[in-house]
């Protein structure tokens, strides 16, 4: 298993910046992309940003040039910096960790979630 605990979030005004952070642990050593998801009012959940555990990065075009996601391994931890705010980004933002299950004979990809964190960006 692998839990994820967040941390960061919070209310700032339009043009600031946060950092989210999210420390792993568990069976860590599975581990393979991390990520953030982000879920407004009334909106389906949508995939942010994710970090494959080679450091290669992938964003959703709406933060790009504006969020940058991080991955410290020492740490098992991954961190979204949010800079140049907007009104538009404020939802709950939630950690994703890919991690195998394995057996002597089977292998099972699995996903955990943390418990989200609430970023509230005011105009």
């Known amino acids: 298993q692998v839990h994820l605990v967040e941390s960061g979030g919070g209310l700032v005004q339009a043009g600031g910046s946060l950092r989210l952070s999210c420390a792993a642990s568990?069976?860590?050593?599975?581990?393979?992309?991390m990520g953030w998801y982000r879920q407004a009012p009334g909106t389906q959940r949508e995939l942010v940003a994710v970090i494959s555990s080679a450091g290669s990065t992938n964003y959703t075009d709406s933060v790009k040039g504006r969020f940058t996601i991080s991955r410290d391994g020492a740490k098992n931890t991954v961190y979204l910096q949010m800079n140049s705010l907007k009104p538009e980004d404020t939802a709950v933002y939630y950690c994703?960790?890919?991690?195998?299950?394995?057996?002597?004979?089977?292998?099972?990809?699995?996903?955990?979630w943390g418990q989200g964190t609430q970023v509230t960006v005011s105009s």
């Open positions: 994703t960790a890919d991690w195998t299950k394995y057996t002597s004979s089977w292998s099972k990809r699995n996903r955990s």
């Open positions: 568990g069976s860590i050593f599975s581990i393979s992309a």
